[in-house]
């Protein structure tokens, strides 16, 4: 009989368990398009190397990313058209891609009209590349996040994008990838394997932290965990460590949904009012736009050792 109770309660744990985790969801966003060279090396050639193995990873895992281009990254004249052609595998391996500016400015550093100018300079080959796949939502990311340090600038450039188009994209789980990139592209090209190991295996365990930290707020917000939507690089830690993550999601109990069946939430309905010099995520955006009191200590920062080895380069 204790066996049998054991049993029951066994089979309804695991159920309870399935069935909580079979509610997530996650869409994947990729920035800095097409390539973010750290490394010594031949751009083109690492390039290739990084796209490649992220698009085969992408499809594994059965993932429509939307990829965020900068394209005065294609104005190399020698490297231009190979270049192009790594959008293009984006493109035919069913990704969309956005516009991420055309340099990577700071928004704080520039006026409305320039950064209006960097707007419209940013997806002309895109646009071109992803006509056969006309009409789809065009979307639009803020280079690191800074949607405008004053409410005019940022207002300005909400309604230019909404005339033109865009939505602006959010995103609620960042990973620092950037930083975690130098050390460890520093350390392979050493050849130090133990260190590249132990930078991958914190930066897995770090994006884990911070998925676990937006799962947990996110009801704070909200009432309920919401869909998230990931912010990560084209660079060479990302192109080692993705298939790991996505299979770590996996297991958390994420199915991977398009950026358009994200935006559709209600949650991401709530208008971003927050003026801020930083590029905090949007739950916090939201947080404050609610008016809401949430307490984001808990939201983990890099370890000390990583950011010491960011720093010195
Ligand atoms: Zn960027």
Same mark, same amino acid.
């Given at each position: 009989m204790?066996?049998?109770?054991?049993?029951?309660?066994?089979?309804?744990l695991?159920?309870?368990?399935?069935?909580?985790?079979?509610?997530?969801?996650?869409?994947?966003?990729?920035?800095?398009?097409?390539?973010?060279?750290?490394?010594?090396?031949?751009?083109?050639?690492?390039?290739?190397?990084?796209?490649?193995?992220?698009?085969?990873?992408?499809?594994?895992?059965?993932?429509? =990313?939307?990829?965020?281009?900068? %394209?005065?990254?294609l104005v190399?004249?020698?490297? @231009? !058209?190979?270049?192009?052609? &790594? +959008?293009?595998q984006?493109?035919?391996?069913?990704?969309?891609?956005?516009?991420?500016?055309?340099?990577?400015?700071?928004?704080?550093?520039?006026?409305?009209?320039?950064?209006?100018?960097?707007i419209?300079?940013?997806?002309?080959?895109?646009?071109?590349?992803?006509?056969?796949?006309?009409?789809?939502?065009?979307?639009?990311?803020?280079?690191?996040?800074?949607?405008?340090?004053?409410?005019?600038?940022?207002?300005?450039?909400?309604?230019?994008?909404?005339?033109?188009?865009?939505?602006?994209?959010?995103?609620?789980?960042?990973?620092?990838?950037?930083?975690?990139?130098?050390?460890?592209?520093?350390?392979?090209?050493?050849?130090?394997?133990?260190?590249?190991?132990?930078?991958?295996?914190?930066?897995?365990?770090?994006?884990? =932290?911070?998925?676990?930290?937006? %799962?947990?707020?996110?009801?704070?917000?909200f009432? @309920? !965990?919401?869909?998230?939507? &990931? +912010?990560?690089?084209?660079?060479?830690?990302?192109?080692?460590?993705?298939?790991?993550?996505?299979?770590?999601?996996?297991?958390?109990?994420?199915?991977?949904?398009?950026?358009?069946?994200?935006?559709?939430?209600?949650?991401?309905?709530?208008?971003?009012?927050?003026?801020?010099?930083?590029?905090?995520?949007?739950?916090?955006?939201?947080?404050?736009?609610?008016?809401?009191?949430?307490?984001?200590?808990?939201?983990?920062?890099?370890?000390?050792?990583v950011?010491?080895?960011?720093?010195?380069?």
């Open positions: 204790k066996r049998m109770l054991l049993i029951v309660f066994l089979f309804g695991v159920t309870s368990v399935q069935g909580q985790s079979a509610r997530r969801t996650m869409a994947v966003t990729i920035d800095d398009l097409p390539y973010v060279k750290f490394s010594d090396g031949v751009y083109l050639e690492r390039a290739r190397a990084a796209t490649s193995k992220i698009l085969s990873t992408l499809k594994k895992h059965q993932v429509v =990313a939307v990829g965020f281009v900068n %394209e005065h990254m190399e004249s020698r490297e @231009r !058209e190979g270049r192009i052609a &790594l +959008l293009r984006w493109v035919d391996g069913g990704m969309v891609l956005g516009n991420h500016t055309y340099s990577h400015p700071d928004f704080n550093r520039l006026t409305v009209e320039q950064f209006q100018d960097e419209a300079k940013g997806d002309v080959v895109t646009r071109q590349l992803m006509r056969s796949r006309q009409p789809y939502q065009l979307y639009f990311r803020h280079p690191m996040t800074h949607t405008g340090d004053t409410q005019e600038k940022k207002e300005a450039i909400e309604k230019f994008l909404a005339a033109r188009g865009y939505k602006v994209t959010p995103h609620t789980i960042e990973n620092s990838d950037f930083i975690f990139n130098v050390p460890y592209a520093e350390a392979r090209q050493k050849k130090d394997d133990a260190l590249a190991k132990r930078v991958r295996d914190e930066y897995l365990a770090f994006t884990i =932290a911070a998925t676990e930290f937006a %799962e947990k707020v996110s009801p704070k917000v009432g @309920r !965990e919401i869909p998230q939507t &990931l +912010l990560i690089h084209v660079n060479d830690i990302t192109a080692d460590s993705l298939d790991e993550m996505l299979t770590r999601f996996e297991e958390r109990g994420y199915k991977f949904v398009t950026l358009d069946e994200v935006m559709a939430d209600p949650a991401y309905q709530t208008k971003d009012t927050l003026v801020t010099k930083f590029g905090p995520s949007w739950l916090f955006r939201w947080t404050k736009s609610k008016g809401m009191d949430v307490d984001f200590e808990g939201d983990p920062e890099p370890p000390k050792w950011m010491e080895l960011y720093n010195e380069k």
